[in-house]
């Protein structure tokens, strides 16, 4: 496997829930948006380049890739695809993805970016798996906050990825 980094990208701030008969379609708010173009574009400036994006079927989910796609363009200058997967809406399986996920990795090659646009706690506990081989419930993610992994090139992933950045929204905004 090509060396991956993988960042897990929690949604923006959405709409209360309750305000929404269908949860899956509270939209990000005004604010939600502005301050996941904050954090899309610094983290564009720091260097930050994507190969794909990958999100989960919920607007606010699909609205937050949606954001870095157009920062990506707008400011790095590149066309950033993205991919919905119904393994990253809410409550799903971690196996079930990462099986899923490990398939699509061998019929890449090269280095990869590729960032999760999701949900919590799905999210975190699926960093933790990946560095720790099991969830502690130790990694916080903000809303439009980024976690890095390094997963390995050798070993099995699960239990052997490093762990490179934790970073909120109020670092980078």
């Known amino acids: ?16 829930r309750g305000t929404y008969a269908n949860d899956a379609e509270r939209p990000l708010t005004d604010e939600g948006r502005k301050k996941t173009r904050q954090v899309a574009k610094r983290l564009h400036e720091l260097g930050l380049r994507f190969d794909l994006l990958i999100t989960s079927p919920l607007v606010r989910a699909e609205q937050t890739a949606a954001i870095f796609q157009a ?6 200058k590149y066309d950033l695809p993205v991919q919905v997967s119904e393994f990253l809406a809410p409550d ?37 798996i990946l560095v720790w ?4 419930s130790v990694l916080v993610l903000k809303k439009a906050g980024v976690i890095g992994l390094s997963l390995p090139e050798q070993d099995s992933p699960i239990g052997n ?6 970073i909120p929204p109020k670092l980078l905004i």
Request: hydrophobic share 45%.
């Open 71 to 76: 920062t990506a363009h707008d400011t790095a």
């Open 92 to 128: 799903r399986n971690f196996t079930d993805w990462f099986d899923r996920f490990q398939q699509n990795l061998k019929q890449q090659s090269g280095n990869r970016a590729i960032g999760l646009v999701g949900h919590e706690p799905d999210l975190s506990a699926w960093a933790e």
């Open 1 to 16: 496997m090509a060396s991956v980094s993988l960042y897990f990208i929690r949604h923006g701030i959405a709409a209360e």
């Open 161 to 166: 990825s490093l762990l490179f950045l934790l």
């Open 133 to 136: 081989g099991e969830v502690r």
